[in-house]
């Protein structure tokens, strides 16, 4: 068996791996609007039509499903009266069965299954099977706080306001990032690297991995390119696989890193990166643009997606489809394996992001209040429990006083979007953090979502961490992101320190 990375790599701590549940709970994924809003559509009539059936009332119709989505929450709803229960499903990390303990939020997952819409409106969902691949596991060899990026293994690793965190890492902030460190990384595919939707320390036992697609195979030297990884295989246990190909999808994993971009691996595994479905199923495919011929005509994490004149855009439109952005399909699977695209959503990454405590709940709204703001949540929201570890954490898990981190996308006035709520424990010094675009930029003062923040006294960053001038952040402010830490005076944040944001 391969050498542990936590034998090979000096100074990094074993994690204790998690103890296995039993498959009780549901699977909570991220963005699965296709389903949701085509379950929806079907409340206001007694006579619809679902997945190309039509049927009358008290009846139902199943539809196979195929989804390919971050994890955003464990428990029995999902929202809607919409479930994904995996009482009877496989589960498998890095190809091993496990049990669901062993998932996290913002890991993606494959889901197969099926949805049952009911003529009442009702819409249910059911995984036979749950496949969690990690990305990429290997030492941090260089950062770059000013594009918010770090490299592993050759790969450029993009941290965004979506990117979640293991216990034990700084709140998601390449600048603390030590160079030698072994991560493990999960994200979707661009090409050189890695959008990252969750970032770990490795579990016990854990080795060096490496999934993507081949280029660049020669047979002679025995080596060839994941991205920016060179993989030579040289060493492998029973070589390469014979029908791997340029183009085909690997996961190599343990062996040894022999320099900063090359992975010595001891064993190949062919695998699938986006599994596709039947004529006629149910499709949603979350990640980037890895293959673009036209707006009508590209691949999301290696699925071909079309798109047609009936198209729905949200958050975007048919101009912003293009290599290496993120973006969401959801449809219906063509005879060819083909996801004809009914929605497409390009919503940006999360820029707002608050931490502090939580001053007000409302199970009815949905809300949270931080800092006087009203944080809305919905079915698309990513919970994660840092502090407790409450693997069905949700809005009902919170109470007053518990120190939260909630990142999304500001609304007006007073109030954001919550894409990602994690419980943290309260920091010491117990300062309240608050990014987003500033407004009213006036030396020494400027607004945030709506929250009067009082500069004097503050020392200023740019996005690398070098240290500005008052009177240079204000000329550069504008238009950028902006985080701030500090405390409130009345309704002022004094800040102690402000800093641009990548």
């Known amino acids: 068996m391969p050498a542990s990375i936590l034998e090979e790599v000096p100074g990094i701590v074993r994690n204790q791996e998690a103890p296995v549940m039993k498959l009780g709970t549901r699977i909570a994924l991220q963005r699965l609007a296709g389903v949701v809003v085509a379950g929806l559509l079907l409340s206001g009539s007694s ?68 949805v049952t819409s009911a003529s009442s409106g009702t819409v249910t969902a059911t995984a036979t099977s749950v496949t969690v691949t990690d990305k990429l596991v290997g030492p941090v060899s260089a950062i770059d706080p000013a594009t918010g990026s770090f490299t592993v293994l050759g790969q450029t690793v993009y941290v965004t306001g979506d990117t979640s965190v293991g216990p034990g890492f700084a709140i998601a902030d390449v600048a603390g990032f030590p160079v030698g460190s072994v991560f493990v990384i999960d994200g979707y595919r661009t090409s050189s690297g890695l959008i990252a939707t969750r970032i770990d320390a490795p579990r016990s036992g854990q080795t060096f991995q490496v999934a993507g697609r081949v280029s660049g195979l020669d047979g002679f030297v025995h080596s060839f390119s994941i991205n920016g990884t060179t993989i030579d295989y040289g060493n492998a246990s029973g070589g390469l696989p014979t029908l791997v190909t340029n183009g085909s999808y690997v996961v190599a994993s343990g062996g040894v ?77 063509s005879s060819a394996g083909v996801l004809t695209a009914t929605t497409i959503d390009v919503t940006p990454a999360a820029t707002f992001r608050v931490v502090g405590p939580v001053q007000s709940l409302s199970q009815s709204a949905a809300t949270l209040g931080i800092a006087g703001l009203t944080l809305t949540t919905d079915v698309r929201t990513r919970w994660d429990d840092q502090s407790l570890d ?113």
């Open 390 to 502: 409450v693997k069905a954490f949700g809005l009902g898990s919170l109470a007053l006083g518990d120190w939260v981190e909630v990142r999304g996308l500001p609304g007006t006035g007073m109030a954001a979007s919550a894409r990602i709520v994690e419980r943290r424990a309260q920091p010491s010094p117990a300062f309240v953090e608050l990014q987003d675009v500033p407004t009213a930029l006036s030396s020494p003062d400027f607004t945030l979502t709506g929250i009067s923040i009082d500069a004097r006294t503050a020392s200023f960053t740019d996005a690398a961490g070098r240290a500005l001038s008052q009177s240079s952040f204000f000329a550069q402010a504008a238009g950028h992101v902006v985080r701030v830490r500090g405390a409130f005076i009345g309704s002022t944040l004094t800040a102690a320190t402000v800093a641009l944001r990548p």
């Open 257 to 333: 890193v022999t320099n900063a971009t090359t992975l010595q691996p001891t064993l190949i595994d062919t695998a699938t990166e986006a599994a596709g479905g039947g004529s006629g199923d149910n499709g949603v495919v979350h990640g980037a643009v890895t293959r673009f011929a036209s707006s009508a005509d590209f691949d999301v994490a290696g699925q071909a997606v079309a798109t047609t004149t009936r198209t729905a855009f949200t958050h975007g439109a048919l101009s912003d489809i293009a290599a290496d952005r993120e973006l969401e399909a959801s449809g219906t699977y």
């Open 47 to 114: 006579q619809c039509s679902f997945g190309g059936h039509d049927f009358g009332p008290g009846s139902s119709t199943t539809t196979a499903q195929m989804t390919i989505a971050p994890i955003s929450a464990f428990g029995s709803v999902f929202a809607a009266a919409t479930e994904f229960a995996d009482g009877g499903a496989t589960i498998t990390l890095d190809g091993a069965p496990v049990g669901e303990s062993l998932l996290r939020p913002g890991q993606v997952a494959t889901v197969v299954g099926s």
